[in-house]
């Protein structure tokens, strides 16, 4: 006896027609679509996204919304062109209500000045995917070679824009540390990765590794009259400027890794400083 | 036993629906192996949350609480799984039932170790019990409880059906030696391991 069954049927039973459109270029040709959903690779985000904006659609685009500040500010810049569609940007935090009903406790200053941000995700995985054939595999594990987000851009941007969320701060400077501990394959990002961050006067020290799965998921507001943790074991509104801002936090960690240094944000001009 | 992460065979652990889920993938290059084996945990780890009486969150628990007053639409596999059960039960002449909940409730089997339950109790949790009063819709993917009280409770054959979800994302990704087992309870193997002819688990 079988269990099996085709997810198109989902589809179905909702009421709605599902058409495989196998490119990109065929979803943004057709007229029947409305919105679009980007789930693809993050460096391919830009030129779907602005190709989708361009034709008149909206777009709920995946976090990070982009592989690189350059890219995010793009498509911030075309979203603005068209205000009448939606642009949002994939973040857990602004899409997730538990996180939201938080936010309005935490922005009550029952916690009293926040002196520390402790946050962490851990998980022993490869984060590598397995397909049928060499070229596809390579296809699939975009996130494992040069030019990915790595673990700060694909999971450390939604806990560090939730604390962006509820300290209404971004960091000035930030410091970090990546390394290849346990999945020394062929890959070239890191699988442990160690960000410290000044945001106002806040101090957050985040963490993420693929080797361990200690303590899971958490994050942890210390507040000078009460502490606030959230765990998290699976990932679950935002509009581009906040895409954009958080993105830039990323950068900001790529770049002190690469670097070995202290790296700061200059808010006026929008720029790192190393 | 290798503890090296990029070597065959590769193993891989997972605590879910109670119980400690292992997988061991044969032959074949580790890394791939490794890949397809936390695809198939993670689809484990997926049908825990979606078919676990005590997760509050859990769409079997969505469907506890509604199914008694509304029909429920259930999610595609999820309804198949429902489906497959009354047709053991049909089979069986109700031996299988999958409506057990008010009587495992009853008895104290659900977060405890069992209790004997009074007259009345066994009775009034039986009156809710009976696979034929679980009513489903094919075309319209729902599921309707024909008595108040009832409940359902996949902890017969969850991991059972887990373990067959685990097995059939490994087959896809052309998979040929592997082993899965649920707390050893329930198993499901392919081909054989490197270095014998068979499968060998403990008498």
């Known amino acids: 006896m079988s269990t099996t069954y085709d997810r198109r049927d989902f589809f179905k039973t909702a009421g709605a027609t ?28 830009k030129d779907i996204v602005l190709a989708c904006l361009n034709a008149g659609k909206h777009v709920y685009c995946e976090a990070p919304l982009a592989g690189s500040v350059g890219d995010a500010r793009a498509i911030a810049e075309a979203a603005a062109r068209f205000p009448k569609q939606v642009l949002q940007a994939g973040l857990q935090g602004r899409a997730n209500a538990l996180y939201r009903h938080v936010s309005r406790f935490v922005k009550s200053g029952v916690l009293g000045e926040v002196a520390l941000v402790n946050a962490q995700w851990s998980k022993k995985e490869s984060w590598r995917r397995a397909a049928p054939t060499p070229e596809r595999e390579r296809e699939l594990n975009w996130r494992l070679a040069d030019g990915s987000p790595g673990l700060m851009g694909e999971i450390g941007i939604h806990q560090i824009d939730l604390v962006a969320q509820y300290l209404g701060a971004y960091p000035n400077a930030l410091t970090g540390f990546g390394s290849l501990v346990a999945w020394r394959d062929d890959r070239s990002v890191p699988d442990t990765a160690v960000c410290l961050m000044d945001v106002g006067r806040t101090r957050v020290n985040y963490r993420a590794t693929l080797a361990s799965s200690f303590g899971n998921a958490y994050t942890v507001f210390q507040g000078s009259n009460f502490l606030q943790s959230i765990r998290t074991n699976t990932p679950p509104n935002c509009n581009e400027d906040l895409g954009v801002r958080v993105q830039t936090v990323v950068s900001m960690a790529e770049a002190a890794y690469r670097n070995k240094a202290l790296v700061r944000f200059d808010e006026k001009n929008r720029k790192l400083l190393t | 036993m290798s503890t090296d992460l990029l070597a065959s065979p590769v193993r891989l652990a997972l605590d879910a629906m109670g119980t400690r889920f292992e997988l061991v993938l044969g032959s074949g290059e580790a890394v791939r192996l490794r890949a397809a084996g936390e695809e198939a945990l993670a689809e484990i780890l997926r049908l825990d949350h979606q078919l676990s009486t005590y997760r509050s ?18 999610e595609a596999g999820l309804f198949g799984l429902l489906e497959c059960c009354q047709a053991l039960s049909r089979a069986t002449e109700g031996a299988f039932d999958i409506t057990v909940g008010p009587l495992l409730r009853a008895w104290g089997f659900v977060n405890g170790t069992g209790r004997l339950p009074s007259d009345d109790a066994r009775r009034a949790a039986g009156a809710n019990v009976g696979w034929k009063h679980l009513e489903l819709d094919p075309d319209r993917r729902t599921v309707r409880f024909g008595k108040p009280g009832m409940r359902i409770d996949f902890g017969a054959i969850g991991k059972g059906y887990a373990i067959d979800a685990a097995i059939e994302i490994l087959r896809s990704h052309d998979i040929r030696s592997a082993l899965v087992h649920g707390g050893t309870s329930s198993i499901h193997a392919i081909g054989a391991p490197d270095d014998s002819d068979a499968w060998h688990t403990p008498r």
Do not use: C, D, G, K
């Open chain 1, 18 to 45: 599902l058409a495989l459109l196998l490119s990109e270029r065929r979803l943004v040709e057709s007229s029947a679509v409305e919105a679009v959903v980007v789930a693809t690779p993050t460096p391919t985000h």
């Open chain 2, 57 to 74: 969150s859990s769409e079997v628990s969505w469907i506890n609480v509604r199914a008694s007053q509304t029909p429920v639409v259930v």
